[in-house]
């Protein structure tokens, strides 16, 4: 599928698509799980290239549930992908599969729709939460956490430098109900050299976004998981938008294909060490210039690919 339908163009614009397609391609003939459904951009690309590929998505936001195609090849749930566990050996679905796939991140639909509350440019109620799964919300957090919580979300979360300052004066400005306010509230905080490097919230939005959803932990869980639900050849590609992310994956990768576990130092390897998946990216693949040009906002994906080999 070289051209977005309209509905990806509405919901979101998958990124990668053709990187996607070839690095799944031994998964042609077999099943693929779309940890990441959103708008269904890249589940529609394999099934349009892979006549034989069966894919069930899953997606803890119900809006990306809403409009799924009918075709005998799909199945999409309502999950949280840390429960990965749950798809497999029911409805069809085996106990490994030949792909797993992870666009990480929110989508454009999740972005745009001013009462999900995500964006720091459009005025909205200061939600945030991907899915009702979410236990608090943005004005929850941001309301009821002190002080010094804010700041150590917006430090870990954000590596936002002013987290201190801006935990501070959202403190004593409190309480937020709108988007809109709570970015003035962070611009007024950061001195003013500071909000000419880009909007002044929306390191601390991303921080803020992913403590509601709790974002980290879940792809933690899944990295867990996931190595262990691809048969022999099966590949995993994960798609991430900010080291934080990338960091797990590279490093859930790593550990995976690690070699060898001897102590440094020792002559010869004793540990007899044989792993059991194989890092086919050496380096991260990034979008083509042509790619960020036409959608900006694949500008800060890296994909990473990997094949269990036993
Ligand atoms: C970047 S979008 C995916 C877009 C999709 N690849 C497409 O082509 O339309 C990320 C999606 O992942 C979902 N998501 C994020 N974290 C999730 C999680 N822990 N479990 C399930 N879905 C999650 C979001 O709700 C969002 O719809």
Redo the contacts with the bound molecule.
Sequence with gaps: MDQPTPR?QI?????M?QEVLSWLEPAALGWIV????????????LLERYPDVRVVG????P??IDEVPDDPRLMVT??????IGGIFGRGGVPDRVEGI??????????LDTDVRGFSYHRSGPLDMR??P?ADRSAADLVNTADERELASIFKRYGEEHHARRIAEAIVQQRPFHETTDLASCIAGAVPAAYRRGGHPARKVFQAIRIAV???LA??AT?MGAAFDRLAKGGRIVV?A?HSLEDRIVKRAFVDRARTCVCPPGLPVCVCGADPDFKILTRKAVRPSAAEIESNPRSRSAVLRCGERIQ
């Design positions: 990806d919901y979101h614009t998958p990124v698509v779309d940890c990441t459904y959103g708008g269904g951009g890249h589940s529609r690309a899953i997606d803890r936001d809006d990306a309502e999950a949280n992908f840390r429960n796939l992870l666009d990480l991140g929110v989508s454009s639909h999740q991907m899915g799964d959803n709790d974002e879940g792809l899944l798609m938008y």
